[in-house]
């Protein structure tokens, strides 16, 4: 047979053939599938792999495109502007406004107060551990109280490990409680105490949780720091109650902390002790008082030793 009738008689039968004989007659190779690449491409910049798989931004718009404000939560004295007369208040805590705006909290330095308005603020610095936290509570001139909180690891980096924290404003007529702890009589106290007991040498502090107790008003700042001893912490118990126990119930994550919440009732029962058996709290004569921007540098926390086999 000739080779033209060949190949006319081979398209004619392709042509007369079922899809099952086609594939048959024409064997399909198979192709192997590509894989899928899963990430940004090898050739993009850090900038385009942290946004990946969205297109990068304008980097300029980083810049000029306006970001949502906080809400006065956050700054419920914000926007005030210096009047004739008036001056920024003088803090002497020991901590800096950058420490401050290292938590994530508007500088006390930089709070403008009138009138009867208030600011209560406790720091609170465990000796065996570096869990710190700061809680400030906010009375305005129009009856509104507000609380912020941030909790965090305090050491060993430079900034505030794990922080975490919140802006909240309280309930209506949660002002009354902390007008009456404006004269307490703990902010008339010496800075720094020491328990004395009658007939006894004086305590020595060890272990314990250190409370920086600050009040800011439209005259001032005034600042004591109660330490370890049940006896001193008592004195100022029902400040820490109230402003602790405002913070309390907003992240649980910051209640942990307090794993005994705001109760410092066994402080407070052993200040009255030491006060009905003739004791004291004695002004401590090696004050370490810091001056403004004086923090103490942050300790690495204890360890728990490790326990002989057997025990």
């Not at 994530?104 to 936290?133: A, H």
């Not at 009856?143 to 050491?155: D, H, I, T």
Request: aromatic share 8%; proline share 9%.
């Amino acid at each position: 047979m000739p080779a033209i009738h060949r190949a006319i008689l081979a398209v004619l039968v392709l042509a007369l053939a079922t899809p099952a004989d086609a594939q048959l007659l024409i064997p399909i190779p198979l192709r192997k599938a590509k894989p899928q690449e899963i990430g940004p491409p090898k050739d993009a910049t850090p900038y385009e792999a942290e946004v990946w798989p969205f297109p990068a931004p304008d980097p300029k718009a980083w810049w000029d495109d306006k970001w949502p404000k906080a809400g006065e939560e956050a700054d419920p004295f914000g926007g005030r502007r210096v009047r004739r007369g008036e001056r920024l208040p003088t803090i002497d805590n020991g901590v800096d406004a950058s420490t401050y705006r290292l938590w994530g909290l508007m500088p006390l330095q930089w709070q403008l107060l009138r009138g009867d308005e208030m600011i209560f603020e406790v720091w609170t610095r465990p000796t065996g551990s570096v869990r710190q936290t700061v809680t400030r509570v906010s009375v305005r001139g129009d009856e509104r109280v507000f609380v912020q909180g941030r909790a965090g690891l305090a050491c060993c980096e430079a900034g505030i490990g794990r922080r975490l924290g919140f802006d909240r404003e309280l309930p209506a007529g949660s002002a009354d409680r902390f007008r009456s702890l404006r004269d307490h009589w703990v902010w008339k106290s010496p800075r720094d105490v020491r328990v004395a007991e009658a007939g006894a040498a004086e305590a020595v502090c060890v272990e314990g949780v250190a409370y920086d107790l600050t009040l800011l008003t439209a005259k001032g700042a005034r600042t004591v720091r109660r330490a370890c001893d049940l006896a001193e912490v008592g004195e100022g118990a029902e400040v820490l109650e109230a402003v602790i126990g405002a913070s309390l119930g907003q992240d649980p994550r910051y209640d942990l902390v307090f794993r005994g919440g705001a109760d410092f009732s066994a402080a407070r029962t052993a200040y009255r002790q030491l006060i009905e058996s003739g004791g004291q709290l004695k002004p401590d004569a090696q004050s370490r008082f810091r001056p403004p921007g004086q923090e103490p540098a942050p300790q690495p926390e204890v360890e728990a030793a490790t326990p002989a086999p057997g025990r």
